[in-house]
C-alpha cells in the first residue's frame, strides 16, 4: 500500500492546464497554472507533474520520493469530435437503415435560414454498411444474421480504410447477439470496435447510434492520448480519468467508452461546485461564526463565464444530470451532469447591427488576438468595456504579469460611441448590460425550464470572467447571495480531485408498472453486480460502493420518461413525481417501466478542509487604496483590495473591486459582502 | 442615453425569454407526443394593441397566424375582457388557421392599472385530435364541418374560473379526450406563465418603459426589413406554382403571386391564383400570411425578434374566396401543412429573380402527412387509442431541401413552415401494430446542377394489422423547381406493396391497408441550382 498518496487534480483548458495538489500529510491544498500545450496536450501535464513530484520520479521509473492519484479531465476526446478530428469511423446498421445517423430527427437546428448548414456526418455515406437481420420490439427473431454476411462484412471494410468500427442494429438491446457476434469478428480482425448494446443499450434508434458513433469516432483517440500520458507518468502513479457525468474511471474503462469523458472539464466545475456548497454551509463554518449563517441546504446556480463561452448549471442538493446532451451536432445520451453552454464571454465582441441595436456576440476575439486591451486586437469585447469602466485595474491583471492597454480598449469602443452618439463609457455601460442579458437568460433557462426559481438559490460564481458580473447578474434574477470561492479559477482541477469512481449502466425493458418488484428487482441485478465488479477492478473498497438504482417511467402513450428512484413504493413516487413536475397524476393510468438504470459510485473522501478562525472584520490588511470606476447611476470613488489577503471574519461595505491573480470581483454600493471560514466571498446582493 | 442600442438589444432578450419560457411550460406539462417530442406549439407575446412583439421560435407556419388569434379574441370580446379570462379558438375563419391548431389567448392586466390590458399572451399548440370524419382530423374533406369540432373565441377561463361545462362539450367532440383535457391544461399553464413574467417586467422596468420598449422593437424590426427591401432591387417579379390537385379532382392548382418591390415596401399580391378548392387545400389568410412573414423573417437573418414590424413594410394581397384566402364553409386542413409550403415555393421562386444568390431552388414542397388508424391487435399506445379501442398515428416525413448559390441542398430534413420530429421507430413500433422496413436517403433524387439539391427520403411503413391510411401529399405531379439552369428535384411517389405487387397510390385520399400491406412512401429530393459543368 502506498502510503499518503498526494492527490493531483489536473484540468486542461484552452489557454491553461490548471492543477491543484492536496498533500493528506498536511492536509495543504496548492494550485498552480501552465500555459496549455494544445497540439501535445500531454506536454504541459507532464511539465506540471514534474514540479510536483520532482524531476526524478517522472522520467526514470524509479522509486519516488511521493507517488500520487492524478485524477485527469482532458478535452482531447472533445477537441476530436467538436474538430471533425476522430477516427475514421465506419458503421454497420440494420438492412434498411444506414441512413439513420444522416436523417436524425428530421429537423433543421435553425428555423429561419434559407441555407440549411448542417455539419456533415461524422460516417460518411460510404462508409455505412448494412446486415441483414431483424429484431422486433419484443426480442423476437425476424430475420436472422448469417455467418456468410457476417464474412462479407470483414470483407468489405478491408477496403474501407477504417480502424474503427460502430455497429448499431435494431432493438439489438433486446437482443444483442447480432451485434456480438458482428463485434468479436471485428475485433478478431483487429479494429477497435463499439457495439451499441454495449455502451447504450436503450431505445430510440437515432440517440443510440450517434452516441456508440461518437464513441467509436473518439475512442482511439483517448486511448493514443492517454497511452503518451501514461507512458510519462510511469507505472508507480494511479491514473484516473474524469468522465462528463461527475465521477472518474480508469483509463482501461475511459479509453473503451471515450464518448463518456466528453465535456468531463465543465462536469470537474460542477463537482468543485458542490464540494464548495457543501462546505460553505458546513455546521464547522457555522460553528465558528454563528451570526453569519449561510442559506442553510443551499442551492446554487453556478456560472463559469470564460473568454469565449459561459457554462451554467443547477444544483439543488445534488447536480442535475441529463440523458439527453448534444454536442456538436451530435446526441450523446449518456448520463452527464446538466451544463448549459452559452457562447458569450469575456472575449465576446460588441457591435452595431443595421438595425440600430447594440450587439454582443456570439463572435469572439478568443485567446488570439483577444480582447483590445491585451493588445493584439482591434475590436470591442466585453473585457475592453470593463478595462475602461474601471473595472479590472490594469496593473493588478492576472497578478500583474500581463499589463492592460486602456488606450487601446477605448480606441476599439469609439467607433461604437460614434455610431451611437454616446460617450464611450454609457457605450461600455450599454456593452455590459446586454452581456448581462444574455447570460441572465441562459441562467433562467438552466433553473427556470427545469422548473427551480432562481431566487431560492446562490449564484457561484467560478472562472476568470464571471466575478465582475455575478453581483449585477443576481440583480437580474432576483437572488440575494453570490458565492465566489478561493479557487474561483481552478475549481474545475479542484473538482477532479473531489470526484468519486462513477460507473453508469442502463437497460431498456419496456415492462408494465404492474411488474412484480421481484422481477424488476431480478433485472436489476446483472446491472448492480456489473457495478460492483467493475468498481473492485478499480480498487474500490467493498464498503466505499455505493449502488444508486432509478427506473426511467411514464404514463403508456407518453414519450418521455421520469427518473424515479428505484423502492417498494416506486409506483406512487412515479405518480407523485409526475403530479410536482407536470401538475397532474392519472393513478388509474397503465405505467410503463421503459429503462433500468445503474450507478455504481465508489466514494472518495473529499480532502478535507478546515474552517479558519475569523480574524476581525476590518479588512483593512488588504486594501490596495481607490480608484473611480464607472457604474450606471455615476462614477464612484472605490475601494480596492488584494484577494488573497483578505481573512475568514472580514466585512466589505460596496461599491468594492476584490484583485485576485487569476479573477476580479466587483460589487456595488447597495451590496456587501463577508469572507467565510474558507476564505470563500459572500457578497449580499442589496436593490 | 440612446434608448434604441442598448435597450433594443436588452427588451430583445427580455420579450423572447417570456414566449420561450412559456414554450418550455408548454412542452414539460403537454401530455400528448405531439406536443411534447414532435414540438408542433409556438408562443407568443402581444403589445396592447394585438401586435406580435416576440414569437418563440417553434413552427414558422404560426409565425403571421397569431396575431390573428389575438385580433379575434379582442374583436369578438371588446371591452369584456376582464382579468383572469382566457380566450379559446380554432374557428379558421376566426383567427385560427386549420382545426387541430387551438390557440388560447390570455390579456395581461396590472394591479390598479384600469381596464384596459397591458399586453396578450398566447399559445398554439397542434391537438392530435379534434374530431372529423377520420382519427387525427386531417381527413381529405369536402366541408369544414367534415373535420372536426369548430371552436369560435370562447372564454374558457372567466375571471380565473373555468368553464367545465365548455371543457366537457369539447372533450365530448373529440377521440381522445384525457390527452387533449392534459394538453389544454398545459396550454392554460403556458398562458398564467406569459402573464406572470409579463407583469414581473413591468414591476421592474415600469409600464411606460415597457410600452416604449415594445413599440422601439416593432420599429427595429421594421426598419431591418425596410434595410433588406432596400438592398433588393425594385421591380415586379411574377412567379406561378402549382398544387398537384385538391385531392378530388384530379385539376391542377394554380398559384400565383406578384412581388413588387418599390425602395423600403414591397407589395405582395396573389391575384390570379385558383379559386378555392372542393378538397382540404385551402388556406385561410393567416397561412398566407404566416409564409409571406417567414420568408422576408429568413432574408432578414438570424438575430432579428419575430415581430409585426416585420410585415410592416409589406402590403399582402390576398384575393377573398381564393385558395389563399378561403371562405367558410371551406375545408382547410391541408391548407396549413401542404398549401403553406407551395405559397413559400412562389415567394421564393419571385425573390429569386430579384437576388438569385440569396435564394435557394425549391425544396420538397410538401410535408407528406401519414395518417393512419385502425383496429387494435394488442395493446399499444394510450395516446392514440380511441373510444372504440383503435388506434391513431400520424406522421409527417422529410425531404430534400433546395440548393443555392454556393450550397448543396441538405438531404432528408423538414424544410420551410415545419420542424416537426420524428417518431423514433424503436417507440414507434413498441407503440402501434406497425413496422418501419426502410427509412433511407432516396439517393439521386435531388435535382442536378452547379449546386445539387438536397435527396428526398425513402420510408417503408409495413401494417401488421387491417387499418386505414389517409395521405395528404403533394409534389407527386409538379416537381420542386431548380434555379439558374438547375434542375427540378425528383418528384415524390406513394406505392402500396400487397403481396409482392406494386401498384401507385394517389397523392391525396384514404386507403383501407391489409395487414402485411407495405405502404412506400418516396418523398421528393430538392431543386438544383446552376448549370453542372459536364
Redesign the interface.
Known sequence: MRTNPLRIGIDIGGTFTDFVVFDPANNRLKTFKLLSTPQEPEKAVLEGLEIILGKQSISENTTASRKANIIHGSTVATNALLERKGAMTALVTTQ?????I??G????A???????H?LPSLVP?ELRLEVDERV??EGNILATLQPVDVDNLVVRLQDLQVNSVAVCL??SFLHPEHEQIIGERLRQAGYAVSLSAEILPE?????RTSTTVVNAYVSPILDRYLSRLEEGIGQENNLMVMQSNGGSISPAEARREAVRCILSGPAGGVVGCEYVARMATSPADIRTHPGDQAPSGMGVLTFDMGGTSTDVSLIDGKPRITTEAVVSGCPIHIPLLDIHTIGAGGGSIAQ?????????GPESAGADPGPACYGRGDLPTVTDANVVLGRIPPEHFLGGRMPLDIDRATTALEPLAKT???SVE?IA??VI??AN??M??AL??IS??R?CDPRRFTLLSFGGAGGLHAADLARGLGISTVLVPPLASTLSAFGMLAAEVIKDYSLTV?LPGTTPIAELRSRLEPLTERGHTALRVEGVEEQAIHIEQTLDMR??????ELLVPFSDSFLEIFHQLHET????A?RN??VEVVTLRVRAVGEVPPPPQEAEEYDGEDPGKAYLGARDVIFPQGTLRTPLFRGELLVPGNQLQGPAVIVRTDTTILFGSSDRARVDGYKNLFIEVGK | MSFEAIKLEIFKHLFAAVAEEMGTVLRKSSYSPNIKERRDFSCAVFDTSGQMVAQAAHIPVHLGAMPLSVKAAVEWFGDDLQPGDLVMLNDPFQGGTHLPDITMVSPVFLMGSGNAPIAFCASRAHHADVGGMTPGSMPVAREIYQEGLIIPPVKLVRGWKMDTDLLRLILANVRTPEERSGDLQAQMAANRRGMERMAELVGRYGLEEVNEAMRQLLMYTERMTRSLLHSLPDGSYLFEDRLDNDGISQEEVPIRVRVTITGESATVDFSGSAPQQQGSVNAVEAITLSAVHYVFRCLLGTEVPNNAGCLRPIRVIAPAGSVVNALPPAAVAGGNVETSQRIVDCLLGALAQACPEKVPAASQGTMNNVTIGGGLPRRAGENGETRRGQFAYYETIGGGSGAGSGTDGVPAIHTHMTNTLNTPIEALEYAYPLRIRRYEIRRGSGGEGKQRGGDGIVREIEVLTDCQVTLLTERRETAPYGLEGGQAGQCGENLLIRNGETSQLPGKGGFELKAGDVLRILTPGGGGYGVKSP
Open positions: 434498411g437503415f444506414q441512413d439513420v444522416q436523417i430527427r428530421q429537423n433543421r435553425e428555423l429561419y435560414q434559407l441555407f440549411i448542417q455515406p422486433d420490439h435494431l432493438f431505445f430510440r434508434e437515432y440517440e452595431v447591427d443595421p438595425g440600430g441595436a447594440l450587439r454582443v451611437l452618439h454616446l454609457e455601460l450599454g448590460a446586454v442579458a444574455h441572465e437568460r433562467r433557462v427556470v425550464e422548473g419496456m404514463y403508456q402513450g407518453q414519450s418521455y413536475q407536470y401538475g397532474y392519472k393510468g397503465t
